[in-house]
T-cell receptor
Framework: AQKVTQAQTEISVVEKEDVTLDCVYE???????LFWYKQPPSGELVFLIR??????QNEISGRYSWNFQKSTSSFNFTITASQVVDSAVYFC?????????????FGKGTKLSVKP | NAGVTQTPKFRILKIGQSMTLQCTQD?????MYWYRQDPGMGLKLIYY???????DKGEVPNGYNVSRSTTEDFPLRLELAAPSQTSVYFC??????????FGPGTRLTVL
């Protein structure tokens, strides 16, 4: 069965600290996609990244970076030099490729609070 | 491009009332989805559609119905509202395994 686990329910940091959000997934497929979404207090879902299971290269986008490790079924998200505007709930999600309807399977989310 | 739009943004229903949540996308995506998000939880799939005229149940379909008469529209119908349906509802669309684009959500309260 497919499953996404975000073990950290809430994290609180002080501005400028680095923070890593953990994501562990389970799937039987060899081809799948992993996503991170941000949900700020306003409530909308903001797409951050999509990763193909065949591409284990880490990715950096400004202060955001993602570490994908198939050996541990993890897709962790790091924010460097956090800012108050990073305060949000972050969701990790999985989509299977073969024989699926393409829907996302979400973790329960990690609420990040960045204090000034 | 408006992307995915949802109406209404907020709604309060009484137990037993009915309503339709509207969802429209202008990206010509074949795949559309309805999710619900309960407090402190991730999103769960209610119904999905892989094209006009084709719909199927997701993880939590009870109490809901959908239709897909056009590529653009995917309305979600609540026939007899119950307090357990108090939630935030998100519509999304995609070209299958491409990025899913979400609407702004509808916050529904059933009293």
């Amino acid at each position: 069965a497919q499953k996404v686990t975000q073990a950290q329910t809430e994290i609180s940091v002080v501005e400028k600290e680095d923070v890593t959000l953990d994501c562990v997934y389970e799937t039987r497929d060899t081809t799948y996609y992993l996503f991170w979404y941000k949900q700020p207090p306003s409530g909308e879902l903001v797409f951050l990244i999509r990763r193909n299971s065949f591409d284990e290269q880490n990715e950096i986008s400004g202060r955001y970076s993602w570490n994908f490790q198939k050996s541990t079924s993890s897709f962790n998200f790091t924010i460097t030099a956090s800012q108050v505007v990073d305060s949000a709930v972050y969701f990790c999600a999985l989509s299977e490729a073969v024989g699926s309807q393409g829907n996302l399977i979400f973790g329960k989310g990690t609420k990040l609070s960045v204090k000034p | 491009n408006a992307g995915v739009t949802q109406t209404p943004k907020f709604r309060i229903l009484k137990i037993g009332q009915s309503m339709t949540l509207q969802c429209t996308q202008d990206m010509n995506h074949n795949y559309m989805y309805w999710y619900r998000q309960d407090p402190g939880m991730g999103l769960k799939l209610i119904y999905y559609s892989v094209g006009a005229g084709i719909t199927d149940k997701g993880e939590v379909p009870n109490g809901y119905n959908v239709s897909r008469s056009t590529t653009e529209d995917f309305p979600l119908r609540l026939e007899l509202a119950a307090p357990s349906q108090t939630s935030v509802y998100f519509c999304a669309s995609t070209d299958h395994t491409d990025t899913q684009y979400f609407g702004p959500g509808t916050r529904l309260t059933v009293l």
